[in-house]
């Protein structure tokens, strides 16, 4: 399968725990997203990558939320300190340069639960 | 990012019938208008896209529709099947690749 991967797929913590979710692109995908899904909406940016660098974060990312992509190819989003509010579906997202840049694709979702 | 509208926010309808979804923005320099649909657990998935350059376009049973002057855009589901039941979203981007997501509509199709 060589679609955008995410692990954990569920998480379930306890409030004040960090937490550190994984997310591997399509091959050859320059550009990878964050997003954060509340049930009954549709997804909300948190960040964007392009090779290595952090473009653009959104002010739903606070300052506990940090997100890296090292290499340019799998990217890691973290929570320190957890809050209930945290609770929500991470979804990640990763397109190709050029043509079709503007196209994404998903994948399945890493489901954070806070106790 | 700029909001886009999508109604309805449910919609019921008997295997066989048409489908109809919504979608209101207010960025005029948005170009790109894809359509995801998300199954219960999973990621969401592009079924089809349309460019501003573009009214129309069609992938069999399902079609978009762009009205650019209205800055609508609809998503066209014929003859439905139950395993076109899901969340549809639909979306809008400009220059900064970033998509405007709606709230979603769960569509139920009724054997």
């Known amino acids: 399968d060589t679609g955008v991967s995410q692990d954990p797929r569920h998480k379930i913590t306890k409030r004040g725990q960090n937490v550190t979710f994984r997310c591997d692109p399509i091959s050859e995908h320059n550009r990878l997203y964050w997003y954060r899904q509340t049930l009954g909406q549709g997804p909300e940016f948190l960040t964007y990558?392009?090779?290595?660098?952090?473009?653009?974060k959104s002010r739903l990312l606070s300052d506990r939320f940090s997100a890296e992509r090292p290499k340019g190819s799998f990217s890691t989003l973290e929570i320190q300190r957890t809050e209930q509010g945290d609770s929500a579906m991470y979804l990640c997202?990763?397109?190709?340069?050029?043509?079709?840049?503007?196209?994404?694709?998903f994948g399945p979702g890493t489901r954070l639960t806070v106790l | 990012g700029e909001n886009v509208e999508q109604h309805p926010s449910t919609l019921s309808v008997q295997e066989g019938d048409s489908a109809v979804i919504k979608c209101t923005y207010s960025d005029s320099a948005s170009n790109y208008f894809p359509w995801y649909k998300q199954e219960l657990g999973k990621g969401p998935q592009l079924i089809i896209d349309i460019r501003s350059n573009v009214g129309e376009k069609k992938d069999q049973r399902i079609a978009v529709t762009l009205n650019k002057t209205a800055k609508h855009f609809s998503l066209h589901i014929t003859e439905t099947q139950p395993e076109d039941s899901a969340v549809y979203f639909c979306a809008h981007t400009g220059g900064s690749y970033i998509p405007t997501f709606g709230r979603g509509t769960s569509l139920i199709v009724h054997p």
């Open positions: 990558f392009q090779n290595e660098a952090q473009l653009e």
């Open positions: 997202a990763s397109s190709p340069q050029g043509q079709g840049a503007d196209t994404q694709y």
